[in-house]
């Protein structure tokens, strides 16, 4: 019996509104680490989540203020409870409780073996495949991410706690991603956003209580980080995730936020005054190169143009 050969999508040529869009998401979310781990001592995790999706959830409902909405099937209400949960809510949680035991550099770096887990599961579940410039451009990245770990230490960790929630945000958000994909290909960008953050915000609702506590004896500046999240890594971060998203396959959007970790280890320095050795240096170059490598066509194949 003869065993058809894999579909493999061909790698999107990209306009430039989708790498403004890949660009803002890629900086707002590597700026979330750091303030993340910079309010983490005055808020629970569970708390900063509700608080953030809180947020996000009422300036994306600004969002689709006049613009049409599309009624979802039952199996799109399905896909978008697991993508509410799984990233907007699960993530958020598992992320926040994972920095009040790792610096921002390295829970970025563990976050991001997701891209890995996206472009398999991109391949075996969308039907994308994995074209051979994206599995070497991954594989690249991924090296690049050890390296950072090994050069910030992350193999001498006492505790390996947070490492556990930084590797559960992962896996939700990889999985967040695979559901939206499928998501996106009937509903606006934009709903799915504001559906998937008002579904993590109402699982995130038991941690109501802490929340109140942690208002009551947070300094005006965590607040004001909290709230940051909510307006820029969440509602606006997400949103052109989103738009890349309907726009490129899911594997090879996931590989560009493998220079997430490079860039929350220089932001790091600048605001927390942490200095990256030498050897994590050069694992966020190696992630640079591993996302340019993704980045190449595949000749056999037409190319798809993105708007």
Not at 274 to 301: D, K, T
Request: glycine share 14%.
């Amino acid at each position: 019996m003869t065993i058809p050969k894999a579909v493999v999508a061909p790698v999107a040529r990209l306009s430039g509104r989708v790498l403004l869009a890949i660009g803002i998401t890629v900086l707002a979310w590597a700026s979330a680490f750091i303030v993340i781990r910079g309010v983490a001592p005055h808020f629970g995790g569970g708390a900063l989540a509700l608080t953030r999706l809180f947020v996000g959830s009422v300036l994306l409902s600004l969002v689709l203020i006049g613009r049409k909405w599309v009624a979802p099937t039952g199996r799109e209400w399905i896909l978008i409870l697991v993508f509410g949960v799984a990233w907007f809510g699960a993530y958020n949680v598992a992320l926040n409780i994972a920095e009040h035991s790792l610096d921002a550099g390295t829970a970025s770096m563990v976050v991001n073996v997701a891209p890995i887990l996206i472009a398999l599961g991109a391949g075996l579940f969308l039907g994308e495949g994995i074209p051979k410039w994206l599995a070497i451009g991954a594989g690249v990245a991924f090296l690049g991410v050890i390296l950072i770990g090994i050069g910030t230490g992350i193999s001498g960790l006492s505790d390996g706690t947070g490492i556990v929630w930084a590797l559960v945000a992962a896996v939700s958000y990889a999985v967040g991603v695979i559901c939206q994909k499928r998501i996106l290909r009937r509903l606006p960008a934009s709903q799915v956003t504001f559906l998937g953050c008002v579904i993590g915000m109402v699982a995130c609702l038991p941690f109501l209580g802490e929340l109140i506590g942690n208002l009551r004896v947070a300094p005006v500046s965590s607040v004001l980080g909290a709230l940051y999240l909510g307006a820029v890594p969440t509602a606006l971060a997400f949103s052109t995730w989103a738009y890349a998203l309907s726009k490129m396959p899911a594997g090879q959007l996931g590989v560009t936020t493998y220079v997430v970790p490079a860039i929350a280890i220089v932001l790091g320095l600048v605001f927390f005054g942490e200095i990256p050795a030498p050897l994590a240096i050069a694992g966020g170059v190696v992630c640079l190169i591993g996302v340019a490598i993704s980045r190449g066509r595949s000749r056999p194949h037409r190319e798809h143009g993105g708007s």
